[in-house]
């Protein structure tokens, strides 16, 4: 079985490890999408990571089988058709946003991995580079929930 998913990866952190680990669970071979620079700011995402580098970053996990750019919304089928997939596997926080990929293949909508995200770490890196104190509070907070996920 054929797996795909797609993603920007910026910051790699547990979230994208786990989204990755248990899409390998559902096949063989995973294909992974990671989305370029130019991509992310059609989509309106800046990256602090460059594509270049968030892509070996990705091809490095073990779980991966092979790392492929995304380059627009609509490679999507052209990919599932060129790599044989039998099941798209995305982050539940996209539920329902694939389905019409139904025609071609499973969707699958995974659990996002809760407490953190690449958009929660650059908030709190933001505050600590800003040395605003609320934001700072809010930070500590936050870093303490994660903890308490994991114990």
């Known amino acids: 079985m054929n797996v795909i998913t797609y993603g920007t990866f910026d910051m790699f952190h547990i979230a994208h490890l786990n989204l990755l680990k248990r899409a390998k669970e559902y096949g063989d ?27 070996e970053i990705v091809k490095a996990i073990r779980y991966v089988d092979e790392a492929i750019a995304e380059k627009s919304w609509d490679q999507k089928i052209e990919d599932i058709k060129k ?10 926080d996209w539920k329902g ?3 019409y990929l139904k025609e071609y293949c499973e969707v699958v909508y995974l659990p996002r991995t809760e407490g953190i995200s690449t958009s929660l770490l650059k908030e709190n890196l933001k505050a600590f580079y800003n040395l605003d104190i609320e934001g700072l509070k809010k930070a500590v907070e936050t870093i303490q929930s994660i903890i308490k996920n994991f114990e």
Not at 31 to 38: C, K, L, P, Q, R
Not at 39 to 53: A, C, D, H, M, V
Not at 83 to 92: L, P
């Open 29 to 55: 071979r995973l294909i992974v999408g990671v989305s370029t620079d130019e991509f992310n700011r059609q989509k309106g995402k800046k990256t602090l990571i460059p594509f270049q580098e968030r892509i």
């Open 83 to 92: 790599y044989d997939i039998d099941i798209f596997v995305i982050g539940d």
């Open 97 to 99: 946003k694939f389905d």
